[in-house]
């Protein structure tokens, strides 16, 4: 399938390019001693990911112990409240700890295993990333050093319990407004130390190449799978699909099953308060193009060009770009962006509890509101919903904040 002169049949041999770019978003901006280790880590990545053994031992792990595949769940209650279409569900919530995140880590863990290193250093924000890894890395039996902003370890302490469980150490970052920006920032310096026998993680499809196309590739899984279990329930593709979009790893792991079928297919960033920078995180909508964390893509800056602030209800999705594959099939029109605020979700975190027994993440529950909007707008057809992750780590701030409803 052809869209704007790019050939979809051939997507996966073109994008990224050599040096990591997707159209003119990608590629690596970071110091020279990082760019080798950057090299090594895509060397690795060309060589042991695609040797028989290694796919073979992830296709194990992820059947025996991550629970993979992950179902497809017919959403029969709410379609038929809404209407004529109908809602389905891919159920990473179901996936070990709770979210897609681990079928990166594990993979990413397990090629720094066949590496021959001896830990993995991360950051982590809101501690869904440090779990993970920590997840990983307890696993395989490596190291893991998960750095966190001082503040961020009072906000999260169940998931700072959690890592702590799972042996990993975690190191607190004091200085600057320490939350995730300087846990990022003391990672990368840790890294810089340590890259002989550690590797560096990131926690989605950003940072510098290899990452958004190495991470893209871990999560293929998700809409490989969606895929071939649609056709097997329904006899059809779904007619749209839809995943929310942070960094957008669970979005380009699920996108990217479905890239080349006609099928409509839209990624939802957060709109939050509303549209005033610093009240959302919706960086494709409202950003312009520009170079941070490594890799050049569309971002939200202040007024000196810097990241700018940025809020959502979903901690998960508060991140001031997204990964340069999204600008590149943005600027394409082969996937439309839109945005949906805190009000919506709130209200869909609820519908989805009440009619389906899921309780969904908060930044799941933007792609659940948004499917709730198709299947209003649509006559007919079906809608495929990429749930990421689980609510349980939700519960008690939404309680507190919003009260049942
Ligand atoms: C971290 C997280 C996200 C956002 O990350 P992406 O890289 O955009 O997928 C979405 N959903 C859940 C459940 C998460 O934990």
Known sequence: MKYNNVDFDTYFKQYPDQNGYFGKYGGSYIPENLQQAMNEI??????ICKSRKFIDEL??????????????????????????????????????TGAHKLNHCMGEVLLAKYMGKKKVIAETGAGQHGVAMATAAAYFGLKCDIYMGSVDIKKQAPNVARMKILGANVVE???????????????????AREYKDAIYCIGSVVGPHPFPMMVR???????????????????????????????????????????????????????GRGTALGDHAASLQYGTEGVMHGF??????????????VYSVASGLDYPSSGPEHAFLHELGRVKYDVIGDDDTIDAFF??????????????????????????????????INLSGRGDKDMDYIIEKYGIR
Do not use: W
């Not at 595949?69 to 389905?88: A, F």
């Not at 799978?225 to 329904?234: C, D, G, I, P, S």
């Open 173 to 191: 970052v004091t200085h600057g407004l320490a939350t995730l920006k300087e846990a990022v920032d003391a990672a990368f310096e840790a890294y």
């Open 351 to 384: 519908e989805l509890s009440r009619m389906e027994g899921i309780i969904p993440a908060i930044e799941s529950a933007h792609a659940v509101a948004y499917g709730i909007k198709l299947a209003k707008e649509m006559s007919h057809g079906s809608v495929l």
């Open 42 to 47: 895509t060397e690795a990545y060309f060589t």
């Open 296 to 309: 050049n893509s569309i971002m939200l800056k202040d007024e000196n060009g810097d990241p700018a602030p």
């Open 59 to 96: 296709r194990r792990i992820r059947r025996e112990f991550q629970g993979r595949p992950t179902p497809i769940s017919h959403l029969e209650r709410l379609s038929n409240k809404l209407g004529n279409v109908q809602l389905y569900a891919k159920r990473e919530d179901l996936n070990h």
């Open 217 to 271: 590739d871990f999560q293929h899984v998700v809409g490989e799978e969606a895929r071939e279990q649609f056709l097997h329930m329904t006899g059809e593709l779904p007619d749209a699909i839809v995943a929310c979009v942070g960094g957008g790893s669970n979005a380009a792991g699920f996108f990217s099953g479905f890239l080349n079928d006609p099928v409509e297919i839209y990624g939802v960033e957060p709109l």
